[in-house]
Structure formats: C-alpha cells, structure tokens
C-alpha cells in the first residue's frame, strides 16, 4: 500500500460532515494507506479502519479471499479523532482504503498492521461496518484481547449516546457473551454477532500490553440517504459519543 500522511486540516470542507477534495480522493482509491496525527506519543488511542471503501464498494480483497467492506466506516472514526484532536488528546488514525489482496488487520505483515502498531498508544480502537440485518445497532468488544475493561467502557458509551441506539458489549474476552443496553433504558443478557475473537490486530494489541476495543456500526451510522461519501447524522451522533467516552478519565482501560 503506498502511504498518504495528511494534517488535520486536510480532512474537512464544512462543519465536520463533509469530507474534503484531498481527502475524498484518497478515500475512494484503492490500497491506500492514510496517516492522520494529532499531537506526540504516547498516544491516547490508535483509532484504526482497515476495511474502507466508498460506498456502493461492498467487497475488499477480491484478488485473495473477498470478503464484505465496510463502506465508509471512516465517516464516524473521523469524527472521533477530530474532537479527540480538538481537546488536544494525543490521538491517531491510520485507515487502509479498498485492500484487494491482504485483509489489513488479519495479515501481520501488512502496511496497515504495521502502521497501527509503529508509535506507543495506550489504546487501539478498530471502527467497522454491520449489516443493515443485524439486531443490535452497535457492538463493541475486544476479541481474545482480556486486557480491556469492555464494560466500562460500554456504560460509558451509553450513558454518551442518551439510549438512542441498542448496543451490545462484549464481557468475557474471547466469547460472545454480552450485555445488551436497550433503548429503554434496559439492560439484558445476550450475545454479540461478532466479537472478533480471532482478529489479529486485536490479539496482537494484547501480546504488546495494548488494550483494544472493535467497534461495529450498522449502515445508519455510515450511509447517507443520497449514498454520498460523508458523515450521516448518526455517525456525527456516534463518533462524539465514542470521543467523550474516552475522554471521561485518565485510565478508562
């Protein structure tokens, strides 16, 4: 992948939801990998998207094993990083765009693999899609990774997204259990679709001593009624309520 490093300042054309010419460019090629940074290690969080497409782009390494993109996932990890960045955490972002041969965060010898792992962090968190089927609206977890306190983190990003949304969070590393935050306010037992347990970023994070977190988002987050590649409504909702949750102590991990 060749390697495109912008500034903060090229991400934007108005108001954090539309992205800008540069970046947008970028962001609809192929085997591209950006580099966005804010501040100096140790970085607060390593926020890491390494299925990127444009929308309408729905399968990535067709040249190898094709799996399913996740179409503008970038749009709500962008956010994050910028208000991150905005209340001066030192934070980073490296997204792989349209991979057709390696899957960027399961192959270790990657460019996007090596990448999110090339500068100290206290944090990797991975941003994904979801399918419109799915029952929850968000799933967090952190794979075969038991060094991430899922939970704590999943009250708090609850308590930020104001029971607009059902979520389910991981609790037991390396299994599927979960609790499901309800919009009602509820809380029940149940499982997750997904919880990475084999993703390798993930259990590479933990060998290293990094905690790590794989956030999943369905298409309301990601995909604008007219299919442009910007920021929805719910993913400017989401990426701010991510954002706070890390920011709501020194330690949350």
């Given at each position: 992948m ?18 800008s ?7 609809s090629?192929r085997?591209?990998?950006?580099v966005?940074?804010?501040g100096?290690?140790?970085y ?15 399968f ?8 399913r ?17 905005e ?6 972002i490296v ?9 960027p965060?399961?192959v ?5 693999f ?10 990797l968190l991975e941003?994904?899609?979801a399918a ?6 968000l799933?967090?977890?952190a794979?075969?990774?038991g ?13 930020e997204l ?11 590393a390396?299994k ?6 309800c919009?009602?306010g ?8 997904n919880?990475?347990?084999?993703t ?21 987050f990601?995909?604008?009624a ?8 719910d993913g ?7 954002a ?7 330690q949350p991990?």
């Amino acid at each position: 992948m060749k390697i495109a490093t912008l500034s903060e300042d090229d991400i934007w054309a108005a108001n954090n939801t539309d992205y800008s010419e540069v970046l947008l460019g970028i962001l609809s090629s192929r085997e591209c990998l950006v580099v966005i940074e804010h501040g100096q290690p140790k970085y607060r969080v390593v926020i890491g998207v390494p299925h990127q497409t444009a929308i309408g782009e729905e399968f990535i390494c067709e040249k190898n094993t094709r799996r399913r993109s996740d179409e503008n996932a970038v749009s709500y990890a962008l956010v994050t990083f910028s208000h991150l960045a905005e209340n001066d955490i030192p934070c980073r972002i490296v997204i792989a765009t349209h991979a057709e041969t390696e899957d960027p965060n399961k192959v270790t010898t990657s460019s996007y693999f090596k990448e999110i792992f090339a500068k100290p962090c206290e944090l990797l968190l991975e941003c994904h899609g979801a399918a419109a089927g799915r029952s929850l609206d968000l799933e967090v977890s952190a794979g075969s990774n038991g060094l991430t306190n899922t939970e704590r983190f999943g009250y708090k990003l609850w308590g930020e997204l104001q029971l607009r949304y059902k979520l389910g969070v991981q609790t037991a590393a390396g299994k599927a259990k979960a609790m499901i935050f309800c919009t009602d306010g509820t809380k029940i037992e149940g499982s997750l679709e997904n919880p990475a347990i084999h993703t390798d970023s993930l259990i590479a994070a933990g060998t290293n001593g990094i905690p790590a977190l794989h956030l999943e988002a369905k298409p309301v987050f990601r995909k604008p009624a007219d299919n442009m590649d910007r920021v929805t409504e719910d993913g400017c909702i989401l990426g701010l309520a991510i954002a706070r949750a890390i920011m709501k102590d020194s330690q949350p991990w």
